[in-house]
């Protein structure tokens, strides 16, 4: 086998290059190739060159290859025309940089690349962005991504007990003035800060890193577009916690590491959270199941090179493994996704879709995709479809495929005179268990039909709910399974929503320029990307839709006549997986799946009221998007490839045929069945008061409880209330539909109870089950104690073995400190700083003061505001000692660790209420001198108010 040499020798002592050169050679071997680097270029050998190319050594290069030395090219730069690197007309106003602004120097080094290209075998690039520029500026080279992936030996640092870790900030890399402010900013404040220069010693960085709680990825200045790979890729591989400043541009790593748009602040918030070892290697465990670099190498090389120069470098077809001779020349992927322990199943589609990674990602849940075949170019090789039966027949034999998923779309298309030939194929395969996949021709047409009615399919597989129905009605199972959705790509952020209104698509099709015209012409600002082919990654896409308020989804066709009317497009749900609202051109699929919580219209009109509406009122816009962000997750491809098979690899490892009447489930378009405990069929539910018989003398108190799953909990809770000795009037504000989150569910509930005559209003977790007598004992103690604003009881904690009980708030920032003793040590009335949401008996008269909780903190750290505020006016905050009530732990009521977009939210809250009630932040965002107020300013403005000399 012929060595593949690496050379650094046109980067000096490649120190800087280190860590691409290590890549490259290791991910190499991984993917079975043998490679060296090297210092001096190779004759006679396939040379990988990083560029930075200078004459002399671009000449040299050219004589090797006129002898026959082969060589690839690995681009790291920006091209800008016919230059790298010229910013001058994006970077105005920016600080000078020696090096990006040599144009002199950046000119000649792209003449050089210009000249080694027009003989390099490829070009790879570190930057996925840049490879389809580099394409159109070198039609005829091959231009590939190199992508970065996972590599056991790349670890090389052993990370210090978070304990013994004494650099809260670490920043390798150039130190240009915009972050040395941001590195300065921190240290201003007291944090523990180290920044090592690019050239920094490899034993000397790696000592640093074990060293460091939290490392930091900073933009090059404050308008830079692009993050860096290869600083993710370094420390993702050695369980480095990074956190990076959003930049306008995604990579292929964005899930694996911390995102930031308020980098001084958000590094402080994430330094408190702790637990660094664990949150970093959380993320390279990820990072290692889903991108294992052999794997990406393999699928590189055989992209960039021919079979013949494959053949030279000791790779005999394929460099993917074969399972038998007789299948080595077969058009097929061998797939990533394995485990031993589920069952075999086997891919067969028409050609190469360009869907093909939705659909492994959410199969790999269930089963171990053993193989991809391409049928059109098999049945090529085969010289006739009559072969193509035994051909699959003998593989799954061969194998032991339990599973086939067979993609029945185009081949009748294609092969228009071998109808009858497919419909025996369809008969003689022999694996019972075949699902048929619509995802390209999902609208409901008849011939599928036929197809389908002489297949031995289980179950039909299509992405259009609609289609569903319509298999179903002529008696073929059948569900809706969309392709986008999977949680490695499709996922939430607490971040900036920075883009009022995304569009993606093909402009040519149904009205949609007609549509985009009309509301530019009304004012509003519109993003589009991906151009008519879609040539986004999935990546890249979804951080535009995390990026977005309001994404726009428009019919394919000109009239409620055409077919693409009826079809269900994923851009609906890729919008919700990632937190955005979609508003749609009228789509019957979609009204199936959503109702009335997808926004649509008609006309574009109707449209540009829409987004006025919704842009204008951010409280709608939010109670909108909730509900339907909320309704989407019945239909994540995960969930649904999960419920067929009923999560139990045993029943679909054996003989026995799936159940598919109960895994269809009566809708076929909602494959999950929605919360086991309804409420209500009318939501909110608001309960009959319940009234014991010994209270007549006492007023009714209204109860507020925000619900989400777990409907043991509320049952739970719901019977403690029923024995109550005061009467009570409960509002179950059922979160399961459109999960609004606590802060709103409790005062949509007071605002309520204020029309009433109510004396007080109690907030209550559906996981606190009171004692018999807790209301009343906490309506007596403030009918003592007129100032008393706020009464909680004792929180014992359920099953706790010491018998131990929370008696009041402690520290409230970041994330809160409750006071813990025995419950008897707490028998007593006491004034408190702040107590725990979890059950609070609020005076009316005081909210009618104070006002309803602060809509800004979602789901935590209201019950703490509040309690504040209260004291501020003048009122008092009680635990109250004869009160009782059982708190099971764990946060149960809230879903917690059911929904990503989750601990973001409660992230956020933090960061409100630190801008609030710590920081003065919000007051100088929100006051005219705001910004002129700095901490030495207002220093001296005070000392001037008390008299003070400065």
């Not at 269809?664 to 919360?675: D, K, Y």
């Not at 209301?775 to 014992?796: D, K, N, Q, Y």
Request: net charge neutral; with cysteine; proline share 5%.
């Amino acid at each position: 086998m012929q060595a593949i040499k690496i050379i650094y020798e046109n980067h000096g002592a490649g120190i800087h290059t280190a860590d691409t050169l290590s890549m490259i050679c290791q991910g190499l071997e991984l993917a079975g190739y043998r490679a060296d680097i090297e210092k001096e270029l190779a004759p006679g050998h396939l040379n990988i060159l990083l560029e930075n190319f200078t004459d002399e050594f671009t000449e040299r290069v050219l004589k090797l290859a006129d002898t026959g030395t082969d060589f690839i090219i690995v681009a790291t730069e920006f091209l800008t025309g016919n230059t790298f690197n010229d910013f001058r007309e994006s970077s105005f106003g920016l600080p000078r940089d020696v090096h990006y602004d040599n144009l002199a120097y950046w000119v000649k080094r792209h003449h050089n690349f210009q000249r080694l290209s027009e003989r390099a075998l490829a070009v790879w690039h570190l930057s996925e962005h840049q490879v389809p520029v580099y394409r159109q500026a070198l039609p005829g080279c091959r231009v590939e991504y190199l992508p970065h992936g996972y590599i056991a030996a790349f670890r090389r640092v052993v990370m210090r007990p978070d304990a013994d870790r004494d650099i809260d900030f670490l920043f390798t890399g150039s130190l240009t003035p915009y972050r040395r402010r941001i590195l300065s900013a921190l240290e201003k404040q007291g944090y523990r800060v180290h920044a090592a220069p690019a050239m920094t010693a490899h034993f000397h960085r790696e000592q640093l890193l074990a060293r460091t709680r939290i490392a930091l990825n900073l933009r090059q200045h404050a308008q830079w577009l692009h993050p860096s790979n290869s600083r993710f890729h370094y420390h993702l591989n050695n369980a480095s916690l990074l956190l990076t400043e959003r930049c306008h541009y995604s990579c292929d790593l964005d899930a694996y590491v911390e995102h930031s748009s308020d980098i001084v602040n958000e590094a402080i918030m994430s330094l408190s959270c702790g637990h660094f070892s664990e949150r970093a290697e959380s993320a390279l465990a990820r990072f290692a199941k889903a991108r294992p670099m052999g794997h990406l190498m393999a699928s590189l090389m055989e992209t960039s090179l021919t079979a013949e120069k494959l053949a030279q470098l000791g790779i005999q077809s394929s460099n993917k493994p074969v399972v038998a001779p007789k299948h080595e020349h077969i058009e097929s992927q061998h797939v990533v996704f394995s485990d031993e322990k589920k069952p075999k199943a086997l891919v067969c589609l028409s050609v190469k879709p360009l869907w093909e990674d939705h659909l492994l990602s959410s199969l790999a849940e269930v089963f171990n995709v053993h193989k991809i075949i391409y049928l059109t170019e098999l049945i090529k090789k085969l010289d006739h479809i009559d072969h193509l039966s035994k051909f699959i027949n003998d593989f799954v034999d061969h194998e032991g495929i339990s599973f086939i998923f067979l993609g029945i779309e185009r081949l009748h298309k294609q092969h228009t005179n071998f109808y009858q030939h497919f419909r025996k194929f369809y008969s003689e395969i022999q694996c019972r268990k075949i699902y048929a996949l619509l995802f390209d021709d999902v609208v409901f047409r008849k011939e599928n039909l036929d197809f389908l009615e002489n297949g031995p399919f289980e179950m039909v597989l299509t992405a259009c709910p609609l289609s569903a129905l319509k298999y179903q009605e002529c008696n073929i199972p059948a569900l809706f399974f969309p392709l986008e959705g999977h949680e490695k790509w499709y996922f939430y952020e607490n971040n900036n929503r920075d883009i009022d209104i995304l569009f993606y698509g093909d402009l040519r099709k149904g009205k949609r320029k007609e549509y985009l015209s009309k509301i530019r012409q009304a004012g509003f600002s519109i993003t589009y990307v991906g151009g008519q082919t879609r040539s986004l990654s999935i990546m890249e896409l979804c951080e535009y839709l995390r990026r977005s308020k309001i994404v726009l989804n428009f019919s394919e066709s000109f009239n409620t006549s055409g077919a693409t009317y009826y079809q269900f497009k994923g851009r609906i749900l890729e919008a919700a997986f990632c937190g955005a609202l979609c508003i749609s051109e009228k789509n019957p699929p979609a009204s199936l799946l959503f109702g009335n919580h997808l926004p649509q219209f008609s006309t574009p009109e109707e449209c540009i009221n829409l987004i006025d509406l919704l842009l204008k009122d951010h409280i709608l816009y939010e109670q909108v998007r909730i509900a339907f962000v909320s309704r989407s997750e019945l239909y994540r491809p995960a969930k649904i490839i999960k419920n067929i098979f009923q999560f139990n690899p045993s029943k679909i490892m054996g003989n026995d045929p799936i159940d598919t009447d109960s895994s269809v489930g009566i809708n076929p378009f909602l494959s999950v069945n929605p919360a086991p405990f309804a409420l209500s069929s009318d939501r909110p539910l608001i309960s009959s008061a319940t009234q014991a018989s010994n209270s007549s003398a006492l007023p009714t108190i209204p109860v507020i409880i925000p619900a989400y799953r777990k409907p043991e909990q509320l049952r739970q809770c719901l019977a403690c209330l029923e024995q109550q000795t005061q009467p009570v009037d409960v509002f179950v504000r059922d979160n399961n539909e459109d999960n609004i989150y606590f802060t709103a569910a409790a005062n949509e509930g007071i605002r309520r109870f204020l029309a009433t005559d109510c004396p007080a209003i109690l907030l209550l977790n559906q996981d606190m089950y009171l004692a018999a007598d807790a209301v009343e004992r906490l309506w007596r103690f403030m009918e003592r104690h007129p100032r008393c604003g706020i009464a909680g009881p004792i929180e014992m904690i359920k099953g706790h073995p010491q018998n131990l009980a929370k008696g009041g708030g402690l520290e409230s920032f970041p994330w809160g400190r409750h006071r813990v003793a025995p419950v008897d040590a707490l028998r007593y009335d006491e004034r408190l700083h702040w107590i725990n949401g979890v059950c609070l008996l609020l005076r009316r008269e005081m909210i009618e003061e104070i006002g309803l909780l602060d809509r800004n903190l979602k789901f935590i750290c209201s019950d703490v505001d509040y309690c504040l505020t209260a004291r501020e006016r003048g009122w008092q905050v009680w635990r109250v000692g004869d009160a009782l009530g059982e708190h099971e732990p764990g946060g149960a009521s809230t879903g917690l660790g059911d929904n990503p977009e989750l601990e973001f939210i409660k992230i956020k809250d933090v960061l409100f209420f630190a801008k609030k009630w710590l920081t003065g932040d919000l007051y100088r965002k929100l006051a005219y001198d705001g910004q002129a107020l700095t901490p030495e300013v207002i220093a001296a403005g005070i000392r001037r108010l008390r008299g003070e000399s400065s």
